[in-house]
T-cell receptor, first 111, second 114 residues
Framework: GEDVEQSLFLSVREGDSSVINCTYT??????LYWYKQEPGAGLQLLTY?????DMKQDQRLTVLLNKKDKHLSLRIADTQTGDSAIYFC???????????FGSGTQLTVLP | SAVISQKPSRDICQRGTSLTIQCQVD?????MFWYRQQPGQSLTLIAT?????????ESGFVIDKFPISRPNLTFSTLTVSNMSPEDSSIYLC???????????FGPGTRLTVT
């Protein structure tokens, strides 16, 4: 079955770049998503990438997709304290459009 | 995009009772999903609730425990039946839109079973 893996924790200094990594196993993935979850809140869709793309940039966010290695990353430029949250990657495969989530990466931004 | 609301936002329930969670979307969507997020964990899909068809449940989830209704293209309910403390979780609904193919989540319902 599908499996999506992320490292659990990442700490960066304010103003630095953050890179959150994700690996997945389903080669039939069509869309890959990044969500942000702040404490006590729901999931906020940050960005997504279609599987035939290798990069997508949206303001401070850059998504890189290496389909050969089934590796996805989210880079946050100029990380701010407000970026502290849990970041989930998720893959969507098939017409049923169900999402399989990674375990989430807790990003801590230090002043 | 889609704006999703859920009711209630949180509840504390006694063992053996049932709770119905409502999900309302501000636009018509065909695909709607229910997920569970146990404390400190990631999200697990409970079922897919597409309008016009019976809900499809994932392995480990059954209709008797989690009955779902989808009466129209903007609304769905999930009932957590005969609750036990193990059902304490955040329950989230989501919708699939598109193209472009995006998926949005509601704010979640935080359920505590005592």
């Amino acid at each position: 079955g599908e499996d999506v893996e992320q490292s659990l924790f990442l700490s960066v200094r304010e103003g630095d770049s953050s890179v959150i990594n994700c690996t997945y196993t389903d080669s039939s993935s069509t869309y890959l998503y990044w969500y942000k979850q702040e404490p006590g809140a729901g999931l906020q869709l940050l960005t997504y990438i279609f599987s035939n793309m290798d990069m997508k940039q949206d303001q401070r966010l850059t998504v890189l997709l290496n389909k050969k290695d089934k590796h996805l990353s989210l880079r946050i430029a100029d990380t701010q304290t407000g970026d502290s949250a849990i970041y989930f990657c998720a893959e969507e495969a098939g017409s049923a459009r169900q999402l399989t989530f990674g375990s989430g990466t807790q990003l801590t931004v230090l002043p | 995009s889609a704006v999703i609301s859920q009711k209630p936002s949180r509840d504390i329930c006694q063992r053996g009772t049932s709770l119905t969670i409502q999900c309302q979307v501000d636009s018509q969507v065909t695909m709607m999903f229910w997920y569970r997020q146990q404390p400190g964990q990631s999200l697990t899909l409970i079922a897919t609730a597409n309008q016009g068809s019976e809900a499809t449940y994932e392995s480990g989830f059954v209709i008797d425990k989690f009955p779902i209704s989808r009466p129209n293209l903007t609304f769905s309910t999930l009932t957590v039946s005969n609750m036990s403390p193990e059902d304490s979780s955040i329950y989230l609904c989501s919708v699939g839109t598109g193209p472009p193919y995006e998926q949005y989540f509601g704010p979640g319902t935080r359920l505590t079973v005592t």
